[in-house]
């Protein structure tokens, strides 16, 4: 990451314009590089050596942050799917090459922990099952569960609809009513609804309280934070 690249590759990438427009950012002299003004686009530079304005570029190493999913919003890239989370965070990130994306999707309805990032190397640590990063989600069903479920999610048997491999061992934690906690290690398409749906259970309500080591703090639904990669 920290390889001089040209200066003006490093802006258009990270968000500030087209090759023409930070061009013209670099040819009005905004663009410095240790209190030095660049005029050559093509010079070289470590990105978090550059300033804009006098000002650092924004996550110039990567960008990864923790978003409080609120419901109605879904993880699609596509409009036509309704309003996307990437819609709540600053628009000079979806200009942003390689694209921000989010690691692993929550349903339109689904609340709570997501993690944003345009650091492929990162989406794949987190989201393979073998690296075995723990996701927790707290549940509200349509009744209360059976003590079996416990024994029947941990046994790692449950194959779901449609699929051959048995789900990974998953803890189930009852918490008295309709509500549960489910950990989970793997991240399969609606897992959590899938899960409980095999055993007869409609989930009215999830919410993602964790993901790996990441947690929501003192985050409302719709703000964001930076997060630290190597928490
Ligand atoms: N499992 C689901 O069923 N939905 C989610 O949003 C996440 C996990």
Known sequence: MDTPRRIEQILASLGYGSRREVRGLIAA?????????QDDPSRKAVPATIRLDHAPLEFPEGLFVLLHKPAGWVCSHD??????VYDLLPPRWLRRNPAVTSIGRLDR??????????????????TSP????????????????????????AS???????????????????????????????GRFHQVKRMFAHFGYEV????????????????????????????
């Open 29 to 37: 002299g905004r663009v410095t590089v240790g209190d030095v003004v």
């Open 109 to 126: 309805d689904t609340t709570g922990v997501l993690l944003i990032t345009d650091d492929l190397a990162l989406v794949h640590r987190l």
């Open 156 to 186: 790692g048997t449950v194959v779901l609809d449609s699929e051959q491999k048995p789900c990974l061992p998953a803890r189930l934690v009852l918490r008295g009513g309709v509500e549960v906690e489910l950990t989970l290690t793997e």
């Open 204 to 231: 009215c309500r999830l919410h993602r309280s964790r993901f790996g080591d990441y947690t929501l703090g003192a985050l409302t639904p719709g703000q964001w934070l930076e997060v630290n990669r190597g928490q």
């Open 79 to 84: 409009r036509r799917e309704g309003r996307r």
């Open 130 to 153: 073998k690296h075995h990063v723990e996701k927790v989600y707290e549940a509200t069903l349509d009744r209360a569960p059976e003590l079996r479920l416990v024994q029947e999610f």
